[in-house]
């Protein structure tokens, strides 16, 4: 129970971080900073690796609060 409302407080801050990183990135592709093929490239690489945090900060609250508790 504790891991999964540890994990769900640390999912919500990942996904406000990469929804930032989204949101500056699409800033960047509108000024032509950057192509639409690095936008879609950082874009989906940040999303994967937020969704692999959060299903990997499951499995380790899991094992802390087994441990610890």
């Known amino acids: 129970m504790e891991a ?3 994990t ?3 999912t919500v801050i990942l996904a406000m971080t990469i929804f930032t990183i989204v949101k500056a990135l699409n800033i960047a ?4 900073e950057i192509t639409i ?7 989906s690489s940040s ?12 499995y380790t609250y ?8």
């Not at 899991?62 to 508790?69: A, E, K, M, R, T």
Request: glycine share 2%; hydrophobic share 60%; proline share 0%.
């Open 8 to 10: 769900i407080f640390s």
């Open 29 to 32: 592709y509108k000024r032509n």
């Open 47 to 58: 999303i994967m690796v937020g969704i692999a945090l959060s299903f990997l900060l499951f």
């Open 37 to 43: 093929r690095k936008f879609i490239v950082i874009a």
């Open 4 to 6: 999964t409302l540890a």
């Open 62 to 69: 899991q094992n802390l609060f087994d441990y610890f508790l």
